[in-house]
């Protein structure tokens, strides 16, 4: 059974069971986690500073979501990930997020952009500060809700299902550069694009950025 490298304590700000979820997902989703490992509840509370309890439910929901495999009398392993799988997930992403970005360029209010430019920058200030869950999470908000202005909300799921199953090996790489700020920055450049309500800039920023999301900071060639 392989031990986590520092996964660091929760410091619950909503339910302890989701915060719990979030860290462990996010793990997963930047490689902190590797595909192949095998993790027990206990052994992952200790790292976390929770009782098992949450661990546990936290892993049950994550199984449910085909992030890890429930190991009978073992504990829970992490599901791995091929790069056709994340080829084929982030062409999925493509065909799927830019054309719907364009649609709801003109629907997005305009009071509502200081809130989502605070979005930007919470990912921004992660990034900065090397806060890989922070990160995620921050990355996650923005892009939903944006997505969220199309009104279907199963397509939203989907789009969240297929973003957790993604696997950003070189995230931590990145900050050990000094190059993850960089990467973060093209969160300002999606949302000039769609305050100056060019849906076709918008659409193509966003293309590159899910791009560089499987190039880049997967380790492979731009």
Request: proline fraction near 5%.
């Amino acid at each position: 059974m392989n031990a986590s490298a520092g996964l660091g304590p929760v410091r619950p700000r909503t339910s302890l069971r989701d915060m719990v979820h979030a860290r462990i997902r996010s793990a997963i989703i930047s490689g902190e986690l590797a595909p192949g490992e095998v993790h027990s509840a206990p052994s992952l509370s200790v790292q976390l500073g929770v009782s098992a309890t949450p661990v546990r439910e936290a892993m049950l929901d994550l199984a449910r979501e085909g992030l890890v495999t429930v190991m009978p009398n073992k504990g829970f392993k992490i599901t791995e990930v091929s790069d056709s799988d994340l080829d084929e997930i982030t062409q999925i992403r493509q065909l799927l997020e830019p054309p719907i970005l364009s649609s709801v360029v003109d629907l997005i209010p305009d009071e509502d952009f200081p809130s989502l430019s605070e979005a930007a920058n919470q990912i921004v200030e992660a990034a900065s500060e090397g806060d890989l869950p922070g990160y995620l999470e921050a990355d996650r908000v923005f892009h939903l809700s944006l997505l969220r202005y199309c009104g279907n909300n199963r397509l939203v799921e989907l789009v969240d299902s297929l973003r957790a199953q993604t696997r950003l090996y070189g995230l931590r790489s990145l900050v050990e550069q000094g190059l993850l700020v960089e990467s973060a920055q093209e969160h300002h450049e999606i949302l000039a694009a769609i305050q100056a309500r060019d849906s076709e800039s918008s659409a193509r920023l966003l293309t590159r950025h899910i791009g560089h999301v499987r190039g880049i900071w997967a380790g492979k060639a731009d």
